[in-house]
């Protein structure tokens, strides 16, 4: 007699039920995955665009109620200080001095009741990091600011006045 060496012709109907119901199974749970993949996504987007939206509402209010305003070039080309004396304040304070400044890529607002190059007391807010280019434009009282890729267009009605060398440790917290 011949023996077969596949004695078996085909799968049986349990075990192609089984494994379709596996299937079916591992198709559900994939899909809840990436469901909550999406999800994600869209909750960490939220949390840039609301980072970005507040830098912009921030620097807009500081120049918007700004009384002086001086820009500072510094030995970075895509790189500038600002310096304002504005009625926008974070922390109560009548008139601050502030300044947005750029170290080690990160965008910094420090802001002090006493001037700009006074030590104490001052408070320094972590505003973005991985910043590149801090870039201010303007023409007649409509300025152009660039923060990376973020770019906002505002009207000014102060007095602009532009350093073009300054000594950057002098305006750094210590």
Do not use: Q
């Not at 990436?34 to 209010?61: I, T």
């Not at 300044?99 to 408070?123: A, C, D, M, Q």
């Not at 409509?142 to 300054?166: D, G, Q």
């Amino acid at each position: 007699p011949s023996k077969k060496l596949f004695p078996k012709g085909g799968f049986t109907l349990l075990e192609v039920l089984i494994s379709v119901i596996i299937l079916l199974f591992l198709f559900v749970v994939m899909e809840n995955v990436l469901g909550m993949l999406g999800k994600g996504d869209k909750l960490l987007k939220s949390k840039v665009e609301g980072k970005e939206s507040h830098l912009v509402s921030l620097l807009y209010y500081d120049l918007f109620n700004a009384k002086k305003i001086k820009v500072v070039s510094t030995s970075n080309p895509s790189i500038d200080i600002l310096l304002l004396r504005t009625t926008n304040s974070l922390y109560k304070i009548p008139f601050p001095y502030v300044k947005w400044i750029v170290k080690n890529g990160v965008l910094y607002r420090i802001e002090s009741p006493k001037g700009w190059n006074n030590p104490l007391p001052f408070t320094i807010d972590k505003v973005a990091s991985k910043i590149s280019t801090f870039k201010l434009y303007w023409k007649g009282s409509h300025c152009l600011i660039f923060a990376n890729k973020l770019f906002f267009e505002t009207s000014i009605f102060a007095p602009i006045s532009r350093v073009e060398s300054i000594n950057l440790e002098s305006l750094l917290p210590k």
